[in-house]
């Protein structure tokens, strides 16, 4: 069942950083309406607090966003997502100067602003298909790039998804994008399959079934399930008492060679990492 676990290394902030365990990324959502903790950390104090809590729980990286992405969302301006993250980013960045940030956008300019503010990740729901500064921009900072596959937006991505083959064409997309991003001079490279961006409940279980399919793609991949509707929708629950089902699927997608897990429940799933670990070991 395990996969072979395949180790990378990335370069953060020019200085060469190996994935040779599988690692946390906590999320930290600085917006009003996110699924599951919206309105919970959009003031700085709350931010530092709880980034101050995942950092303690073991998360290797901290993932802030400000615009929802949840299906159904509505999007707020530029500046808006801005100035929901850029000073957040700087006051952690000022409390813990080791913190290794990801921002969350899809939006070239607010990246390039949460870089300059001390973050060191871009984490693209788009893979740059929102905005045809985001590429030129990621190669222009040097900074790893994850590329996760949706289809649609999200205010319309969950209306009826529809794919001859869910498995074939995400790898295909994938594929493609590596080969623009390396054309384009970006040389770190993080892949996420999108569950739940654009999927259907058998389409997310397919893909994290065929996991180490992707692995043929030689990048590092993120898998984020915590907390979905393919966890709750599917055990008849609802966000808030999803934490087992997703630290099952936790545990699945480490068997199947995940090399980040983006994830809201940072201790357990800091434990699922423990356990695979002590699995692959023997």
Not at 64 to 84: H, V, Y
Request: charged fraction near 25%; proline fraction near 4%; glycine fraction near 6%.
């Amino acid at each position: 069942m395990f996969a072979e676990y395949k180790p990378y290394s990335l370069k953060i902030k020019n200085i060469p950083y190996s994935i040779t365990r599988p690692q946390v990324m906590g999320i930290l959502n600085t917006t009003d309406d996110s699924f599951y903790d919206g309105g919970k950390y959009h003031t700085i104090d709350k931010a530092l607090f709880r980034c101050e809590d995942m950092l303690h729980e073991g998360a290797d990286i901290i993932d802030i966003g400000g615009q929802s992405t949840r299906p159904g969302a509505d999007l707020i301006t530029e500046n808006e997502e801005i100035r929901r993250t850029a000073p957040v980013i700087d006051a952690i960045i000022k409390r813990f100067p080791d913190c290794i940030i990801s921002i969350d956008t899809f939006r070239a300019a607010v990246a390039n602003h949460a870089v300059r503010a001390g973050a060191a990740i871009i984490n693209d729901v788009s893979a740059g298909d929102d905005d045809e500064d985001m590429v030129k921009t990621v190669s222009r900072l040097q900074v790893p790039y994850i590329a996760m596959h949706k289809k649609g937006l999200p205010k319309t991505m969950q209306d009826q998804p529809h794919y001859e083959n869910v498995l074939q064409e995400v790898k295909s997309y994938l594929e493609n994008k590596v080969k623009l991003y390396q054309n384009a001079g970006i040389e770190d490279i993080v892949l996420d399959p999108g569950f739940g961006f654009g999927k259907t409940l058998d389409d997310n279980y397919h893909l994290l079934k065929h996991l180490e399919t992707f692995h043929t793609l030689n990048c590092p991949l993120l898998v984020g399930v915590s907390r979905k509707s393919m966890v709750w929708k599917l055990l008849s629950t609802e966000p808030s008492k999803a934490l087992n089902g997703s630290t099952a699927l936790h545990m699945l997608a480490l068997a199947k060679g995940a090399h980040i897990l983006r994830v809201h429940d940072v201790k357990e799933a800091v434990e699922c990492v423990k356990i695979a670990e002590e699995m692959y070991k023997v």
